[in-house]
């Protein structure tokens, strides 16, 4: 132990060869352990709704009018606040705008500056001057921090401050600058963002939204069952593949798989033509276009069939494969009596809505035939080698998991696994029985080796393990009965619909098992809370997203324009600053062109969670944990220094 400190301690004196470098840190950090910790942004189910994410991050979640209201108080009217705030959400687009109308645009630049430099101002003054220069922008870095950093040597600092204004506006760069600073403020009003699962599927922007993560300035993700879905079908897993484009088809949305990834969907067509041509296939509408009939909605529903039917044999063969992941029930094609057109389920009989399968063998129905090998054989190629959604998947590897405790909150998309009396399920994973955390990390590790492990059989095991998790009974990442796609299609009668919930859904008001939860995530703290997602919160029926006594927040409100009308709102995000935590329900966001032109905001309702009477500083969070520990080594440096036991070197 000796020698792995001093081995250490000689590592670390490469950085701070000498008594005064290492105390020169020691100052730089202590002093940052007093500043205010950032603000958290929690976002939960996006499911491609790429327009409100958007406007969501642009505002902060309300964050971005509140520092407007906190900087000018009753200075500006509300009308003004508005318009500052909706330029900085869109400085082109308004700026387009303010140039038909404002007769003094000189004027009008100089104002504009000076506001967006006392905003900028206010929010900088949390950050070390470090971590703010990298968040400023390359080509005007210098002039910013000259005009939102106090220069006590300057004696007419009014002076000194028109003159560089005058000038970025004398040489043509003031729309430039405004757009820059909006961008900035949107940067600094929110340092850490987390994404609580579900950015894929049902909306037709999860490429855009993806793309917008690659570049974001720090974030973490929880990987939902309609993200680890996508990650299994990148992967080269059919029946991932197979569930990722039947869903496409279904909400109408290809346009993430054409235009999005370049997935060619033409092999499917043709064989849905040649298969399916004189089949209406009425059960298999388009989501939102149920009432047209046009060729091309005609083509999608034989495609919908064609690879719903693929999809069921697949599911078939893998639920076969594993019987541990308790899947047989979606082992249904054998029960079907074409000739009488029923099917038995549970030992009662139901007359089955369709009945044309003409790729079904009834002596192997689960057995894919040499077209839909085909078919699935070219969707598999184009997903495995289109370099963007690698791109996109990468990033939910290196930036996500499926939990994750951040600053004393649990942070997952669907639910602990438990049993009816409450105590944590155990779930077989290839051959051990797992259950709470342990589950959790065997399953992410899985997941990992599916993409990095060196074994073809981890590989394997790991895409087929992505399909467990993607809609298993016992997968924390779906936490249902069974995900009754078939029973939708084919059964009118809704009782065989049902997807009864895990045991976990049933405590989710008592906080005696929320505690547990966080206690075995090594969460002790009564500061705590898991912040869930998965599952809308029906505010339309009173539900409230702030469980077991506010030790459980589920924020998935309704990002999905699908479940809208449903849960009364368009989503619910979180905000955890400084302050406490403070809940957003949304209003649905209309359009881009609404929010430009008319001001408008999608924030409807800011609830505070839990205020803390004390502000929180960096020295309460893990980076200040982490800040600490680094203090203390330098400590023990410099007194190895003093001891002899090290030498200073020159710098």
């Known amino acids: 132990m000796a020698y792995t400190k001093s081995r250490y301690l000689e590592q670390l004196s490469e950085s701070y060869p000498t008594i005064g470098r290492a105390t020169t840190e020691i100052i730089n950090l202590q002093s940052v352990l007093n500043l205010p910790k950032g603000t958290e942004h929690f976002l939960s189910d996006i499911h491609g709704e790429y327009d409100a994410f958007s406007h969501v991050l642009r505002n902060g979640s309300g964050a971005v009018r509140k520092k407007i209201d906190d900087v000018f108080g009753h200075t500006l009217g509300t009308q003004e606040k508005v318009a500052l705030a909706s330029l900085i959400y869109y400085p082109k687009e308004r700026m387009e705008l303010v140039k038909d109308t404002e007769p003094d645009m000189e004027n009008w630049y100089k104002v504009t500056l000076y506001r967006l430099i006392e905003v900028c101002k206010v929010l900088s003054s949390k950050y070390t001057r470090a971590k703010l220069r990298r968040a400023l922008p390359q080509d005007y870095a210098y002039v910013i921090e000259e005009l939102i950093t106090e220069k006590p040597e300057v004696l007419d600092k009014k002076a000194y401050y028109d003159s560089i204004v005058d000038t970025i506006i004398e040489i043509g760069c003031a729309e430039n600058f405004i757009v820059t600073l909006s961008r900035l403020i949107q940067h600094l009003v929110i340092d850490h963002l987390h994404i609580i699962g579900d950015i894929y599927d049902r909306g037709s922007g999860a490429h855009f939204i993806m793309d917008r993560l690659c570049s974001y300035h720090s974030l973490d993700i929880q990987w939902g069952n309609h993200d680890v879905v996508w990650m299994g079908a990148a992967a080269g897993q059919t029946a991932c593949i197979a569930a990722v484009v039947r869903n496409a088809l279904l909400c109408g949305n290809y346009d993430t798989l054409e235009d999005g990834y370049g997935i060619n969907l033409l092999p499917l067509a043709r064989f849905a ?33 064609a690879i719903a039917v693929i999809q069921f044999k697949l599911d078939g063969q893998l639920a076969e494969k594993y019987p541990e992941f308790g899947m047989e029930s979606r082992r249904l094609l054998h029960l079907m009596d074409l000739e009488k057109g029923t099917i038995t389920l549970d030992g009662e009989t139901y007359p089955l809505l ?78 051990k029985r797992y259950k709470g955390r342990a589950l959790y990390d065997v399953l992410e590790s899985c997941v990992r080796k599916a993409y990095i492990s060196l074994s073809e059989k981890e590989k394997h095991l790991g895409r087929d393990m992505m399909w467990f998790l993607w809609n298993a009974p016992s997968s924390p990442l779906f936490g249902r009965s069974k995900m009754a796609n078939f029973e939708r299609y084919f059964i009118a009668d809704e009782k065989t619909h049902q997807e009864k919930k895990n045991p976990y859904y049933s405590f989710m008001d008592d906080a005696a098992t929320a505690e547990r939860i966080l206690a075995e995530f090594g969460l002790k703290d009564e500061n705590s809370h898991i912040i869930n997602g998965h599952v809308p919160v029906h505010q339309k029926e009173g539900e409230s997203p702030v469980k077991c006594g506010g030790k459980l927040l589920v924020i998935d409100g309704g990002f999905s324009k699908q479940y809208q009308r449903v849960t009364g709102i368009a989503g619910y995000t979180l905000i955890y600053n400084s302050y406490g935590l403070m809940l957003t329900a949304h209003e649905p966001f209309e359009s881009r062109e609404k929010a430009v032109s008319d001001c408008t905001d999608i924030v409807s309702k800011r609830v505070a969670v839990e205020h803390t009477a004390k502000r929180i500083s960096i020295g309460d969070t893990d980076e200040g944990a982490r800040m600490k520990m680094r203090i203390a080594d330098l400590r023990s440096l410099i007194a190895a220094y003093r001891e002899g036991v090290l030498q200073e070197r020159d710098e």
Do not use: W
């Not at 495995?384 to 499926?402: D, F, N, T, W, Y």
């Open 273 to 305: 033509m040649d298969v399916y041509g004189e089949d209406p296939c009425t059960q298999f509408q388009i989501r939102g276009k149920a009432k047209e009939r046009n060729a091309e909605i005609g083509l999608a529903m034989k495609m919908h069939k």
């Open 354 to 431: 369709d009945t044309r399968f003409p790729t079904l063998d009834s002596s192997g129905p689960y057995v894919l035939t040499e077209d839909e090998k085909a078919v699935m054989k070219k969707l598999q190629s184009a997903f495995v080698h289109c370099e963007k959604l690698q791109r996109h998947m990468q990033l939910l590897l290196k930036k996500g998991s499926l939990y994750k405790v951040y600053n004393g909150n649990l942070l997952y998309h669907g639910c602990v696994p438990l049993n009816e009396d409450g105590s944590f399920q155990e779930v077989t994973v290839c051959g």
